[in-house]
C-alpha cells in the first residue's frame, strides 16, 4: 500500500481572508434576519457593512500573500447572500410584494442577475475596466432606496423596473471604472482630495439619500462611458495603463 500524504495545515496568511469574507456573508445573512423581521433600515445598511468586508478581504489576501481559489469562490457566494439574494428580499418585502408574480420575477431577476455576473467574473478576467455593473455596487444601489426612505414613496412598478434594469446591467458589457488596483504611488493626490470633498459634501447636505446619489451617479458614469479609476490617475500612470493595453 502506497504511503498516505499528509494534508499540510493552513496557514493563518491562508485563513485571515477567509475570515474576512465570512464577515461579509454574516452581514448578508443578518440583512436578511432583519428583513424577515421588519427592520428594514438596519436590513439595508448592514448591505452597506458587507461591502468593507468584500473590499477588505482581497487586500489582506493580497497583503499577506494568501490568495486561493478556495477564497475566490468563497467570496463569489459571499457576494451572492450580500449583493444579491439580501437586497432582492428587502426590495420584495418593502415594495415588489404587492406586485405579486411580477413582483416576485423583477427580485428574483436581480438575485439571478448577480449570480450569473459573478460566474462570468469568476471565468472571464479581462483587465482595466469591470465588465458590467459591479454586483456589490448594484446591491448597494437597490439598498439605498431604503436608507433614503424613498421605497414607499416610488410606485412599486417603478420600483420593479429599476430591479429588472439595474440587474441588465450587471450581466451586460457595459465597463464600469475597477478602482481596486488604484495605490498612493498611481492616484492623482488633488482629484483624491476632490472626490473625497464630493463624499462628505453628499452626506452633509443629502444625508439619507447620499448613498443613493452616489451608486446612482456610479452607473450613470458607466453609460455615458466615464471611467472614474482613469479618471483619478496621475498623468504618467493614465498613460503606461494606455500602452499596457494597446499591447
Not at 490568495?67 to 450580500?82: M, N, P, T
Not at 472571464?124 to 414607499?152: M, N, R, T
Request: proline residues 5%; glycine residues 8%; contains cysteine.
Amino acid at each position: 500500500m502506497g504511503k498516505v500524504e499528509k494534508k499540510k495545515p493552513l496557514q493563518f496568511r491562508q485563513i485571515l481572508p477567509n475570515m474576512v469574507t465570512s464577515g461579509n456573508l454574516l452581514c448578508g445573512i443578518f440583512s436578511l434576519m432583519m428583513t424577515l423581521n421588519g427592520k428594514y433600515i438596519i436590513a439595508a445598511w448592514l448591505v452597506f457593512f458587507a461591502v468593507l468586508f468584500d473590499g477588505f478581504d482581497g487586500k489582506v489576501a493580497r497583503m499577506l500573500g494568501g490568495g486561493s481559489q478556495f477564497g475566490l469562490e468563497f467570496d463569489s457566494l459571499a457576494d451572492l447572500v450580500s449583493f444579491g439574494v439580501a437586497p432582492a428580499i428587502l426590495l420584495y418585502q418593502v415594495s415588489v410584494r404587492s406586485l405579486n408574480l411580477f413582483g416576485a420575477a423583477a427580485a428574483c431577476f436581480f438575485a439571478l442577475s448577480v449570480a450569473l455576473r459573478l460566474a462570468r467574473f469568476n471565468i472571464v478576467h479581462v483587465p482595466g475596466p469591470f465588465q458590467g455593473l459591479p454586483c456589490p455596487a448594484g446591491g448597494l444601489f437597490v439598498a439605498s432606496f431604503v436608507i433614503a426612505k424613498l421605497d414607499s414613496k416610488i410606485p412599486a412598478p417603478v420600483m420593479a423596473l429599476i430591479l429588472f434594469a439595474v440587474g441588465g446591467l450587471m450581466i451586460s458589457s457595459i465597463p464600469y471604472a475597477n478602482m481596486k488596483k488604484l495605490t498612493k504611488k498611481t492616484a492623482d493626490p488633488a482629484k483624491c482630495i476632490l472626490l473625497f470633498s464630493m463624499f462628505a459634501l453628499s452626506f452633509i447636505f443629502l444625508k439619507n439619500s447620499a448613498p443613493l446619489f452616489l451608486f446612482a451617479l456610479y452607473i450613470i458614469s458607466g453609460l455615458i462611458g466615464f471611467d472614474w479609476g482613469k479618471w483619478i490617475l496621475k498623468p504618467e500612470n493614465e498613460t503606461e495603463e494606455a500602452e499596457e493595453k494597446s499591447n
